[in-house]
Nanobody
Framework: QVQLVESGGGLVQPGGSLRLSCVAS????????IGWFRQAPGKEREGVSC????????RYVDSVKGRFTIFRDEEKNTVYLQMNSLKPEDTAVYYC??????????????????WGQGTQVTVSS
């Protein structure tokens, strides 16, 4: 059974950090490009960051550049999103997703085939 499970969300004060994890079961993430998306109440789903298969390419939405870092641990079959200097506007449900287009890193959700259930990130004082 193909499954993605996110974890690591929570409540953090502005300026704080969180590390989100996306663990895959039933398949190897090595052959998949992975994207992180987020959706705040009343807003459309937004592509935050992605990493291509073989790690040849990463991409970030402008609002998180310099603050977020995406990377993978092949041994753990996990992709992480390190989030630093968090702002209230980062508050959203964060989802990871997987797609098989080689060496591709799109921030468009329609390209992705498998999705996790999401993890809530709340940035508030």
């Amino acid at each position: 059974q193909v499954q993605l499970v996110e974890s690591g969300g929570g409540l953090v004060q502005p300026g704080g950090s969180l590390r989100l994890s996306c663990v895959a079961s039933g398949f190897s993430l090595d052959y998949y490009g992975i994207g992180w998306f987020r959706q705040a109440p009343g807003k459309e789903r937004e592509g935050v960051s992605c990493i291509s298969s073989s790690d040849t390419r990463t991409r970030y939405v402008d609002s998180v550049k310099g603050r977020f870092t995406i990377f993978r641990d092949e041994e753990k079959n996990t992709v992480y999103l390190q989030m630093n200097s968090l702002k209230p506007e980062d508050t959203a449900v964060y989802y990871c997703a997987a797609q098989r287009i080689p060496k591709s890193c799109p921030l468009i959700y329609s390209f992705y085939n498998y999705w996790g259930q999401g993890t809530q990130v709340t940035v508030s004082s």
